[in-house]
């Protein structure tokens, strides 16, 4: 194609609110245009390679035996209603009534859609398992939609939904999907951390995450140095920096030689540095308590202090039994933080939340900065694991103005609960290897998922088991969000002068750029261009009237893999370089068609290998 | 591909709503699946299908050198207030507000998103022409959507936009358009009408739709059955069936031997009908007199009777002026019809509907049904063509229960303007042959339109010509409806087992059934199978444990082009039968693959030549 017969506006001046880099260079290269806030349109260049991912994101699901389908990006309202999700999604989900009163919405999301178009077709376990997508137009309302279309409000996302007659089963697509989506990211040349959270802490029983590094990342990582442990700051664990003794007999054992426990006066100290200066220690020595309220609590909490009146109930018949509320004590050692992540999952909570000041002084007695675990009655105590390593700590003594001094866990206290629910931090060590962890600052492209029966059961599928018998089948969900990748891809691959794209994703392959497009230079580059179009390569001619350090500087900018220049002066030979190289070589014209194709298999062989 | 690997839940049952034949087998095929009235979720062998229509539309539009981009699905509402759209466009377009309270459109259509990312970069005329293109998701919210995808809520679209210096460029453009839907259409196996309007009536100045027939059709077409004339009956025009004067004193000298006009009383006489009972004449023989109301009128109506203080003005600086709205009487011979689109076009305004009763007595100064031409002064009188011959005629004598006799055209009365606004019927003649006309329902596929300046004016786009002139672009529009085109290719290839898929749209080439599929019938068709696809062919293979006359019975639904059975009986041969065809053949097996895609070739030659 000639750069005459496209549209390719590109810019020299970066626009104002493009602060990343991948945005900035998709403007320039004239890959993108804003229609509004969080909304682009894609110029051809940009549809170019935004359909190559598409095209690699479609042929390893189908390669899987994934089956392609396309809902509407318009859904009813009814069956958000169905799986609950129409009252919990919040204002990140566009709803739309039409003429006729009706409730809709511009899809955020399928796992309704789909789960309803399954449940109508799905009787017997021989349909099963059953993997369907779409790569369809997505919508999520961003309050402050930025960073081009790394987060827009409309985008394009791979979203897969399997269905399963077991476990055994979703695990195999599950893996299956996790090889396709490692072998996605290859194939675009992207370098991606695959984030595992095996901890089933989620309700599901799997989810892997697949992260880019970047600056302006959602997410903080949480890596290790010496071996391939990643995780989510949210789900990270760390090796034990402590001792703890294996039960509370032992604790005791470990307490003997420690004081009885005594009251501290601390008259307007209420933080834990000024408790640090006040009784001249360190924080570590500290059992800090913080009250958390819980929402949808589906933990057993009948045998639990201060429950014994709490109404546990399901929604609907189906549904899990929870407690629409619930609150705990926690207990930590006073150098972490509490993970609400971790926390939540522990107590099978949709929500947690630090507990508002007045509900601190009514179930602690005392006000905010006094709570401590010895003493409590009107509440659970949940003890991060690193509590129960601590003989002789100081905690808050239930009393404004007074805290405990020599408190023993297990002699003075013991918690309802002991569980892993510290923030982990760059420093903490690793809990596979030992090495040192590390953060990054990470976005999210991709994203499996073990669903397990959460659509299923709300949204009432069922299908015959071989013994006749009515079974709801097990779900899983995969999404990998098409332009984000896009975006990405240009964030890890580009230089000062633009873009440098691999071969795979690139909108044009051989970029011809003619000193000047007439007499032999013509010649010979329409011959070029004619010869590598022949053998299928893409081919962007320049035969625009521009100077050549104009038609160079946009070469670089789009980023083309391959660049021959024919020029007067080397005729019969050109130069031919690759984008990411300083020097060009000299080949003969006659030649060139055949080593570019060959370097453009070549490059591709490799990413697809 | 093996039937146990797709989604292939064929129904034996007609879903109730189905009405229409596309619909029906779409929906017994298993290509789709209803998620809500309108809104139809793709399965995989209709997606494979309408990805094949799609391909053919992208080939097409490349091929003329239109670019595709993708603007949003979802567009800022700012755009279409530029247009004006926003007040016109009525409730079939869905709107929505976001949590931030900013107006946004599911597009129903892209004049201004394509209008508005032009007008940013357009700077020279050296840019133009610029056809950019989309085939994209689409939302109308249909108050009664019906007949499947014929006539869905969201549905895809190919929409493209031309920009030009000038007329002749844009009618360059827009003939390139015209061959490539009608090879678009050919290479689809689908017969259509292409219905030009050429009357320059729409304020554009060309329009050709491209419809197909349909017993459900929106539109009613007239057709010549001796020449190729086509269009639809809004827009129609036939040869005069009365011989008209040549000017006003030659109405006068027609008029001479018909005695002077004269009061009839004629009490409770309302209808023409009942008036030819009374008079004991022909409808011919009467003027009918319509009262009319019009808005956003832009004729020039400053000399017309009765609208002496009408105010002429324009919405925006820009925009054209207009009278919000006038009243007229048309006159027409009294066995013909008003089309109102003709009207319309003729007063250049927006909409024309008959007057309110209340309206009528105000303007002509009698009840409904007493209206006439002769002695009206607050009215223009608007005469259709046929009036103009008419010198004994019967008018409404504007008092109650009172008509004229003997009315002559020129001698007792003379209308402010003369126009052709009748409406055709089947055995009218044609206007370029003289053949009889006749009248079919039809179904638009595709539309392709010169807009003109509307949309460049109101969004103020411009270019500087070569004299650095600022000047602004006019423009094109060009449709075609995807879902809609793939239904209309079952609508007319069809039979009573189901769908007759033409090759290049068949979501599978070759269907391969063997009688059961174990031991040498599995590894003939195995081998079949293998050696097909090996040479680029779709190949669908029923692998599946049901009785043969279910997998013959599914094949013919689905409509595969080709069909391969391997039984014990036959091996080494094997039945191949074309899906129209009664009886198969025997071939040898193994020179089967090497017949198939022959045939396969060969159709897609012919639909492609």
Redesign the interface.
């Known amino acids: 194609m000639k750069v005459s017969?496209?549209?390719l506006?590109t810019l020299r001046e970066v626009p104002a609110d493009a602060v990343i880099v991948s945005h900035r260079l998709m403007m320039r290269a004239a890959m993108l245009?804003k229609?509004?806030n969080g909304?682009?349109?894609?110029?051809?260049i940009g549809?170019r390679s935004?359909r190559k991912v598409e095209r690699i994101v479609r042929e390893e699901m189908d390669a899987i035996?994934s089956?392609?389908?396309?809902?509407?990006?318009?859904?009813?309202g009814?069956?958000w209603k169905e799986s609950g999700r129409w009252d919990t999604m919040g204002?990140?989900m566009?709803?739309?009534k039409?003429?006729?009163g009706?409730d809709?919405v511009?899809s955020p999301t399928a796992e309704e859609?789909f789960t309803?178009?399954v449940r109508?077709?799905l009787s017997s376990y021989r349909q099963l398992p059953?993997t369907?997508y779409q790569i369809n137009?997505k919508?999520r309302?961003e309050?402050r939609p930025r960073y081009g279309v790394m987060r827009g409000?409309?985008f394009t996302m791979k979203d897969a939904y399997s269905y399963h007659t077991d476990e055994a089963s979703l695990d195999e697509t599950y893996q299956a999907m996790g090889r396709a989506y490692r072998r996605i990211f290859k194939r675009c040349g992207l370098t991606v951390i695959p984030v595992r959270a095996d901890t089933g802490a989620m309700g599901g029983t799997g989810s892997e995450e697949f992260m880019v590094e970047s600056e302006i990342g959602d997410n903080t990582l949480i890596l290790c140095r010496s071996c391939d442990y990643a995780a989510n700051v949210e789900k990270a664990g760390c090796k034990p920096d402590f001792a703890a003794p294996a039960d509370l007999a032992a604790a005791d054992i470990a307490a003997a030689a420690v004081p009885a426990r005594a009251k501290v006066s601390t008259p307007s100290v209420r933080t834990i540095d000024e408790l640090c200066a006040f009784l001249k220690t360190d924080s570590k020595k500290f059992i800090k308590t913080l009250v958390y309220k819980a929402v949808n609590v589906e933990l057993d909490l009948s045998a639990a202090p201060g429950c014994a009146k709490l109404n546990r109930r399901a929604a609907a018949p189906d549904a899990p039994k929870s407690y629409p509320e619930a609150f705990f004590a926690v207990a930590i050692r006073g150098d972490l933080d509490v993970n609400e992540t971790k926390l939540a999952a522990v107590l099978k909570a949709s929500e947690v939340a630090l507990a508002s000041d007045v509900d601190v002084e009514r179930l602690t007695g005392a006000p905010v900065g006094f709570a401590g675990p010895v003493g409590l009655t009107l509440l659970p105590v949940v003890a991060d694991e690193t509590v129960t390593a601590m003989s002789d700590a100081v905690t808050g003594g239930l009393e404004k103005d007074i805290h405990f001094e020599h408190v023993a866990y297990g002699r003075d206290f013991a918690p309802w609960l002991v569980a892993d629910v510290r923030v982990v931090k760059a420093g903490d060590r690793c809990s596979v290897c030992g090495g040192e962890l590390y953060e990054k600052k990470g976005n999210e492209l991709g994203h499996i998922f073990k669903l397990g029966y959460k659509y299923t059961k709300s949204m009432n599928v069922s299908f015959l088991d071989e013994q006749g018998k009515a079974q709801v089948p097990t779900m899983g969900c995969y999404g990998i969000g098409v332009d984000r990748t896009l975006a990405s891809i240009i964030e890890e691959r580009h230089d000062d002068d633009g873009i440098v794209w691999p071969m795979s994703v690139a909108p044009f392959q051989v970029s011809i750029v003619p000193i000047k497009y007439e007499g032999a230079m013509k010649e010979a580059a329409d011959k070029l261009a004619a010869e590598l179009e022949a053998q299928g390569i893409e081919v962007l001619l320049d035969d625009r009237t521009e100077r050549p350090g104009v038609k160079f500087k946009d070469a670089d900018l789009i980023g083309i893999p391959l660049r021959v220049v024919v020029g007067d002066k080397n005729l019969p030979k050109v130069e031919v370089k690759a984008r990411g190289e300083k020097e060009p070589r000299l080949v003969e014209a006659a030649a060139a068609a055949a080593e570019l194709a060959a370097a453009v298999r070549k490059e591709l062989a490799v990413l697809n290998a």
Chains 1, 2 share one sequence.
């Open positions: 017969q496209t549209f506006p245009r229609l509004a909304l682009f349109a894609y110029l051809p549809l935004l035996g089956l392609e389908i396309k809902p509407t990006v318009v859904v009813p009814e069956i204002d990140g566009l709803r739309v039409n003429r006729l009706g809709f511009v859609a309803a178009l109508d077709e059953l369907l137009t919508y309302d309050i409000r409309e």
